[in-house]
């Protein structure tokens, strides 16, 4: 059975940084992209980034650009997100996406049950 | 990217047939055919219920069906049942990132 289980979320003040962790396990994690989906409090669904197996980005999201950064480690079966300069409107869950294809699939297959970043002062 | 269009909501009764529309662009929903429909209850994560427009993960009942006509993505619940109630999120490629829809909220009244 495939989990995901994402840690580091956090109360943090505006401008300051986080990561986020993703512990996989139940498939082969090195042999899958793998993504971050973001959901503010009552709001709809929001990518993030994702990554192909071998740690090629397939992209960020515009409103992250530039102050998020995706990573894996596949020894360790982990996926990161590195937040830099949170502001409010980071504000959400995060949850960690296994995508079905090793490159960029066309859906998400498995989510993780999502660990909550608030910023605020 | 600007977030697929669907509507704020739809209800129907128990045994009855809605639909729920996704509309994008010829960059996202009309130039692939990678739209994919995800089921969030409340407190839970989101799971998939359709993917490359009409596909069923194995599980997922098939009272759930997908299509597309050029930017507009739709998906069918037949025969509806209480624990259909859910908010409905349309998700799809698009070239270097992923848009999903506003999300819909079905209501089985």
């Known amino acids: 059975e495939v989990q995901l289980v994402e840690s580091g979320g956090d109360l943090v003040q505006p401008g300051r940084s986080l990561r986020l962790s993703c512990a996989a396990s139940g498939f082969t994690f090195g042999n899958y992209a793998m993504h971050w989906v973001r959901q503010a409090p009552g709001k709809g669904l929001e990518w993030v980034s994702g990554l192909t197996w071998n740690s090629a980005t397939l992209g960020y999201a515009d409103s992250v650009k530039g102050r998020f950064a995706i990573s894996r480690d596949n020894a360790k079966n982990s996926l990161y997100l590195q937040m830099n300069g949170l502001s409010a409107e980071d504000t959400a869950f995060y949850y960690c996406v296994k995508d079905p294809e090793s490159v960029a699939g066309s859906h998400f297959d498995s989510w993780g049950q999502g660990t909550l970043v608030t910023v605020s002062s | 990217q600007s977030a697929l269009t669907q509507p704020r909501s739809v209800s129907g009764s128990p045994g009855q047939s809605v639909t729920i529309s996704c509309t994008g662009t010829?960059?996202?929903?009309?130039?692939?055919?990678?739209a994919s429909w995800y089921q969030q209850h409340p407190g839970k994560a989101p799971k998939v219920m359709i993917y490359?427009?009409?596909k069923r993960p194995s599980g997922v009942p098939d009272r759930f069906s997908g299509s597309k006509s050029g930017n507009t993505a739709s998906l069918t619940i037949s025969g509806l049942q209480a624990e259909d109630e859910a908010d409905y999120y349309c998700?799809?490629?698009?070239?270097?990132?992923?848009?999903f829809g506003t999300g819909t909220k079905v209501t089985v009244v």
């Open positions: 998700c799809s490629y698009a070239g270097s990132s992923y848009v």
């Open positions: 010829s960059s996202d929903v009309g130039g692939h055919n990678y």
């Open positions: 490359d427009v009409s």
